[in-house]
């Protein structure tokens, strides 16, 4: 993990410098916290953790930098349905996104079947995929179950 987080620290910096832009340390630590984490977040839930370990940052400091991350690639951001923006780590990220259309939880998988596919995509295209995301709406577990309950207690 230790090489991941010094390679994205590299990057960063490498793209602050050919933006000429400063490199502060509120943004190494708020790229530090991301990078410290899986899964998604919020701004509002990266903001929480930065003010719990006691960091100065303003909300203000949080969004411009996650802007940057974006720009820089090191950061993606989902937008499911209606549900507010969330966002995740980039850099040696594979995994595909289960959406549920009912209560908007997602969960995270990963195939390797996935990865076979893309292979065969790139052969058949002539094609060098970089990146992809996959997004797969459906109903839950949990949901499936709630509407089977209530259709029981319809009858």
């Known amino acids: 993990m230790e ?3 010094d390679t994205v620290k590299a990057n960063f910096t490498a793209y602050l410098e050919e933006k000429g832009l400063r490199k502060t340390p509120e943004r190494f630590a708020i790229l530090e916290e991301i990078y410290s984490h899986s899964g998604h977040f919020t701004v509002e839930s990266l903001f929480k953790k930065m003010g719990d370990k006691n960091y100065r940052v303003s909300k203000a400091t949080v969004y411009n930098t996650l802007q940057l991350l974006l720009e820089s690639e090191l950061v993606v951001k989902h937008t499911y ?18 959406i549920c259309v009912r209560c908007n939880r997602v969960e995270e998988f ?3 079947r996935v990865e076979e596919v893309l292979k065969q995509v790139e052969e058949q295209y002539d094609f060098e995929i970089q990146r992809h995301m996959l997004y797969v709406y459906g109903v839950c577990k949990r949901c499936k179950l709630k509407m089977k309950k209530k259709a029981g207690n319809s009858l």
């Open 3 to 5: 090489k991941v987080k």
């Open 110 to 112: 990963s195939d390797e």
């Open 81 to 98: 349905k209606n549900d507010m923006a969330r966002y995740e780590r980039a850099l040696n990220q594979k995994h595909e996104h289960l």
